[in-house]
């Protein structure tokens, strides 16, 4: 009977996961979870599986979703991945633990890491990628501005150069009017050319020098003019005279009468009194000083004139890109669109970058899982820092059988235990909370800084934007009338030349720099809220980590529990010997302190005794203890300091009094507990 007893007693659940369960699940199920693995193999096979189906399946899709591969490729790597896990989940507790314990990884430093390559990504799609976006457009908003005003100076030059254009070509469509009054003009100054260069009104029998020049040849030819006419005045004179003679002496018949009466007639001697004109005519000569060169040049112009008169128009366009106008331009901006085509190229590469690195954090969580089991199973000392139910089990048990137990812990004790139930952040934990927080702060000023340096440049642009708007009005009249009046040749020939400068234009446009404004585009609430909620998100796991740490040990537990149980074994054997050899290590550690802990803080804060409120430190845990809390040593020259709960613990002072026992001294050996992250 009594043996009957002992198999249907139960035995006490060695974890709290088994209470809950126990108390929650139906008993086929919670007896499958905690039963041996011998039990229900075909259903732990076909649970395995579908646990491996849906792990593989997530971990395919967080790892190969950012990484560029083909439909094809993508389907059978998948089937291939999902497979493996399939394999892993039906065969291996090993496999099954380390995907359980990469959910508290993701809660821990691991996902931090996660979330800080995501926040990177995101400031890259964000206001980074909006930074450059911005200045992209205020650049072309420049080279447009250029453009426009060139433009601008294009049409102005074109409304200065058209209206010469314009008489350019009204002298050409009139080529053959030009050509017929130049012909004219021609035929009407022949007869001065033949007044000028003719040999006539005088002896020709007298040649002239042939290289005189005209001026000289004109004057002599009016000398010789001026002579020849005196000389047939003096010849008409004298013919006169004979003429009136024979008339005389024809109307007189009487012989001798005629001769007297007619004799007058015989004075041609008065005729030589005309030849006082000739010293007139050498100091009078109607000849100016430079009619020989003004004729030589008319006549030469007529000559020219005379000749077949064309006109053409001949415009010649100056290659713009001798002056680099056009090649400036285009090189301005295609030099422009190239440096931030490479700046958007290097940045999308860094992108892909960040995308392959959120996918392989995947990998990292899992080595992270996967490491975190392995030295569990083999290192005894690693993470067993935990007052678990077994190990509270075993102290009970312990107590009942009045052998030496640990719980409650002294307070030099509570240091290096861990309370898995306890919300209070242990010192060795704080640590991991404090990095955390720097990582998070550090990257929330990155992000700060880059989400101002964005707001900053769109109010400057939009500031550029609303205050250089320009409109532009072009305005231009041209208007000239010249009038020639006369029917000479002249002034025909200026009617057809100087008269085609007669135009008229006019050029009024209205424009603006509207389209060449920058658009600045600010970030939006979504943007802002992807920058700053992942942060929040690692200042929330910064401090819930802590709490997710604590949940792998429950998650190996479940999977190896006859290694916890060594484990808690293991650590409560460790402790019982610490504690064994705890008070001749604390009476060696205080007989060598010769002054109290903190001296340089006591000495800063010794003012505060004045006002009754002095400040001390426990020599033991060194910790802080108000003066009214401290307990002395009884002892008159002793000027120990305790806390109450060090003086509960030691029950006397280890610094002056004289301590032993036949207790084990302390031990060489370095095998000590730790906490890890």
């Known amino acids: 009977m009594d043996e009957l007893g002992r198999t249907k007693r139960k035995k006490p659940p060695h974890s709290t996961l088994e209470k809950v369960s126990e108390l929650i699940l139906p008993s086929i199920v919670h007896k499958f979870l905690f039963s041996p693995a011998s039990e229900f193999p075909v259903a732990r096979l076909f649970m395995g599986a579908v646990f491996g189906a849906f792990s593989g399946s997530a971990l395919f899709l967080g790892l190969m979703h950012n990484i560029s591969m083909s439909t094809f490729h993508r389907v059978i790597a998948g089937y291939v991945f999902v497979a493996a896990c399939v394999l892993g989940g039906m065969f291996s507790s090993f496999f099954r633990c380390t ?85 004219n003009v021609s035929r009407q100054f022949q007869g001065i050319r033949d007044e000028v260069m003719g040999q006539y009104g005088y002896d020709s029998q007298n040649p002239i020098a042939a290289g005189n020049s005209t001026q000289e040849q004109y004057a002599a030819k009016t000398m010789m003019r001026c002579d020849y006419v005196v000389n047939q005045g003096i010849d008409r004179c004298q013919q006169w005279f004979s003429a009136k003679w024979e008339e005389c002496m024809d109307t007189v018949k009487s012989p001798v009468i005629n001769h007297f009466l007619c004799v007058p007639m015989k004075f041609e001697f008065l005729c030589n009194v005309m030849r006082v004109m000739t010293p007139w005519c050498k100091e009078e000569i109607p000849v100016e000083g430079n009619f020989g060169q003004t004729f030589d040049k008319l006549n030469f112009s007529i000559s020219k004139l005379g000749e077949q008169f064309t006109t053409n128009i001949v415009l010649q366009k100056l290659d713009q890109s001798t002056y680099g106008v056009t090649d400036l331009q285009n090189e301005f901006r295609n030099e422009l669109s190239r440096s931030f085509q490479e700046k958007r190229d290097i940045v999308e590469q860094i992108a892909k970058i960040v995308q392959m690195l959120l996918s392989f954090t995947f990998i990292t969580i899992f080595t992270s899982a996967f490491g975190y089991a392995q030295k569990y199973t083999r290192d005894i000392c690693f993470d067993n820092v935990y007052v678990t139910t077994y190990f509270r ?44 927080l720097v990582q998070v702060v550090s990257l929330a000023l990155f992000v700060s800084v880059i989400l101002a340096t964005d707001g900053i440049l769109y109010h400057i642009f939009n500031i550029i934007r609303r ?88 998650i190996t537990t479940f999977y ?8 808690i074994l293991f650590l409560y054997n460790l402790q019982i010997q610490r504690r064994i050899s ?29 006002v009754g409120c002095r400040l001390c430190w426990c020599w033991v845990c060194e910790e802080f203890v108000r003066q009214s809390q401290a307990v002395q040593c009884p002892a008159p020259h002793c000027t120990a300091l305790y806390c109450l709960q060090c003086w509960r613990d030691m029950s006397s002072c280890y610094v002056c009094s004289v301590y032993t026992q036949s207790e084990p001294q302390d031990s060489d050996s370095d095998t000590d507990v730790y906490y890890v992250n």
């Open 467 to 554: 205050h250089t708007f320009t409109e532009y009005s072009l305005t231009s009249s041209h208007d000239i009338r010249i009038d020639v009046d006369g029917e000479s040749m002249l002034a025909k020939l200026l009617r057809k030349t100087i008269g085609a400068f007669n135009t008229t234009s006019k050029l009024d446009m209205q424009s603006s720099n509207q389209q060449c404004l920058p658009q600045p585009r600010a970030l939006s609430q979504a943007d802002y809220l992807w920058s700053v909620l992942p942060l929040l998100l690692m200042g929330l796991m910064c401090c819930l980590q802590v709490y997710t740490n604590r949940l792998r040990r429950v």
């Open 393 to 436: 089990q075993i102290d009970t048990r312990r107590k009942r059988a009045g052998k030496r137990y640990l719980l409650p812990l002294k307070k030099a004790e509570r240091s290096g235990f861990i309370d898995p139930w306890s919300l209070k952040i242990h010192p060795s934990e704080f640590k991991l909370v404090i990095a955390g």
């Open 560 to 567: 190896f529990p006859k290694r916890e149980k060594r484990r």
């Open 99 to 183: 995907v359980l314990l990469m959910f508290p990884s993701m809660l821990g430093s691991r996902g931090q890491a996660y979330l800080i390559v995501f926040v990177l990504h995101g400031l890259y799609q964000g206001p980074i990628s909006n930074i450059q976006n911005n200045v992209q457009d205020v650049a072309f908003s420049m080279g447009c501005n250029i453009d426009l005003q060139i433009s601008h100076s294009k049409i102005m030059w074109r409304a200065v150069t058209e209206p010469f254009v314009q008489v350019l070509q009204d002298i050409v469509h009139d080529n053959v009017k030009l050509q017929r009054e130049a012909q």
């Open 582 to 610: 705890c008070v001749n290590r604390l009476c060696k550690r205080l007989r060598r302190r010769q002054i109290p802990p903190n001296v340089v803080l006591s000495m800063l804060l010794s003012p505060l005794e004045w």
